[in-house]
Nanobody
C-alpha cells in the first residue's frame, strides 16, 4: 500500500483544515488507517485511527472533540478534519496503515506502511 497525504497548510488559531490520505491498491479497505504527527524537536505521536471497516475510531485525548477521522473505501482515502486548531497542533502529519488491526492498537503497534508527511502550521 502506498499512501499520499495532502491538505496541510498555514492556518490561524481557531481555524480548520482537512487532511487527506490517498492509498493505492485494491486492499485499502482491509487496512486500519491512522494519523500521527511530529512537532519540531519532539517524537512522533499518535493522533487518531479508524478501523478497516470504518465502524470504530480512536482518538488521542488532546484532539478529542476537535478532530474527526473518516474514510471512503470507494475512493481509497482517509480524511482528518481538524477544527479549533491550536498553535500546539503545529507539526508534520503522517498517515499510516496497519492490516486489520483494532483502531485502538494503532498507537501501540508499528504501522505496516507510512505516507509522506504534510506540514500543518497554526499561527497564534
Amino acid at each position: 500500500v502506498q499512501l499520499q497525504a495532502s491538505g496541510g497548510g498555514l492556518v490561524q488559531a481557531g481555524g480548520s483544515l482537512r487532511l487527506s490520505c490517498a492509498g493505492s491498491g485494491r486492499t485499502f479497505s482491509s487496512y486500519t488507517m491512522g494519523w500521527f504527527r511530529q512537532a519540531p524537536g519532539k517524537e512522533r505521536e499518535f493522533v487518531t485511527a479508524i478501523s478497516w471497516s470504518g465502524w470504530n475510531t480512536y482518538y488521542a485525548d488532546f484532539v478529542k472533540g476537535r478532530f474527526t477521522i473518516s474514510r471512503d473505501n470507494a475512493k481509497n482515502t482517509v480524511y482528518l478534519q481538524m477544527n479549533s486548531l491550536k498553535p500546539e497542533d503545529t507539526a508534520v502529519y503522517y498517515c499510516a496503515a496497519k492490516y486489520r488491526s483494532a483502531a485502538g492498537d494503532m498507537g501501540a503497534i508499528p504501522p505496516d506502511y507510512w505516507g509522506q508527511g504534510t506540514q500543518v502550521t497554526v499561527s497564534s
